[in-house]
């Protein structure tokens, strides 16, 4: 995403412009439908989910404050929270806690043909498995530290290297794609 | 101060916050943090650059249509905040055309209640008006016609020959009315004014005017030993007469 577009579709919601919500969609759309997933396990619920944040996003798109958060992490966060809610409504009954699905770290959907994308998906492999597991208790399920040592049941300072190594990691992977990006901006 | 900041950073209070489970006081020291150490600023921007990037890596293809049902969604939102503002203005419209009719409708019943008093009150004068005049006229009547009533003529003395004037006594229904004929004519700063004795009281009785109409009996207060007198007083009347300008006197 570039910073020029971020910026251009932050105006376009700032004008209540419906269009913000169009390229929201193009270029978050899938990602927060990933993010939505992940929590709810149920691709039905997901679509759910994704629907109402964007209903949210719309109504609230006049308390987004860019020097606060990028406009990423505000869309995250409304789609997380939005997720968890859904989650504990549907949940109330099955008492069913939000687990760890370590399979999920590989399930990634094959038809996203993004180049940025496929890009960070070669590199992810090369993070390894207990990195990711940390990442995504850290990222999905917002645990804390102590939590993610509780429920993985590994010693704290672990924890705390593993997530220090997977953010480096992913800080590369990050590195690269957005050198691609440029690259590709280039041509 | 290094020391503070590697406590912040070991809790997790930065990854909550860009979670958004922070509560509001969390959040505050948090974006102070932000503001205030470069190190925390770096921190939180590789944080939400790592989020993004882990994200995108386990983003899925939304499903087909679901863009359009989404697009649709919003678009109702709007439609329904559009009514509503359309129902807001048209009320807002409603109350403030209320609000004006209501102060006119209350402004012209004031009036009306102002109005309607003062013409009671005119109505009440007038009845009190009538009554009296009614009065005078019915004692006038039998003053006029009442055998025992003496008539005496008032001449003027000295100072005022011309003046000719009529008074009714009538002892028996004690009654007494003066009717002046004629007044000498004054300068313009001066005018002829009526007294009555009675048991020793000056009574003013007020000012004889000519052009009132010739006609016209002047009520006298009833006593037995009274006199009336009439005098020339600067225009517009005196509070007592003064005496070395009597021109006439009544005795009855």
Known sequence: MSALLEKHIVELLQERNDKAISLLYEHYGDTLYGVAKKVVRDEELAQDVLQESFVKIWKKSDSYDASKAKLFTWLFRITRNTAIDKLRSVNTKSDKEIQMDVSDVYNLGVESIKPELIDVRENLDKIENKYQVVLEALFFHGMTQQEASDELDIPLGTIKSRLKIGLRELRKIYGSSMLLAFILNLI | ?252
């Open chain 2, 1 to 252: 101060m290094k020391e503070k900041i590697k406590i912040f950073l070991d809790s997790d209070l930065l990854e909550k916050y860009l979670l958004g489970t922070t509560n509001t006081q969390e959040s505050m020291q948090v974006e102070r943090y932000i503001a205030m150490y470069p190190e925390v600023r770096k921190t939180y921007n590789e944080l939400q650059e790592n989020l993004e990037t882990f994200a995108k890596i386990h983003a899925i293809k939304t499903p087909e249509g679901l863009k359009n049902k989404i697009i649709a969604r919003i678009k109702s939102e709007n439609a329904g905040r559009r009514k509503f503002f359309r129902y807001a203005i048209a009320a807002s419209f409603a109350a403030v055309m209320f609000a004006g009719a209501s102060y006119f409708l209350w402004n012209q019943n004031q009036n009306l209640q102002e109005e309607n008093i003062l013409v009671n009150n005119k109505i009440e004068t007038l009845k009190e008006d009538m009554r009296l005049e009614l009065a005078d006229v019915r004692n006038q009547f039998i003053v006029l016609n009442n055998p025992q009533t003496r008539r005496v003529n008032v001449k003027g003395n000295n100072s005022a020959k011309e003046l000719k004037a009529v008074a009714y006594i009538n002892p028996v229904k004690k009654l007494s009315y003066i009717n002046v004929k004629k007044l000498p004519n004054l300068p313009k700063n001066q005018s002829f004014q009526m007294w009555a004795e009675v048991n020793g009281e000056m009574i003013n009785l007020g000012i004889i005017d000519e052009t009132a109409g010739k006609e016209k009996l002047l009520a006298l207060p009833y006593a037995d030993k009274a006199f009336s007198y009439i005098t020339i007083e600067p225009k517009g009347g005196n509070n007592t007469p003064t005496v070395e300008n009597i021109v006439a006197k009544i005795d009855y």
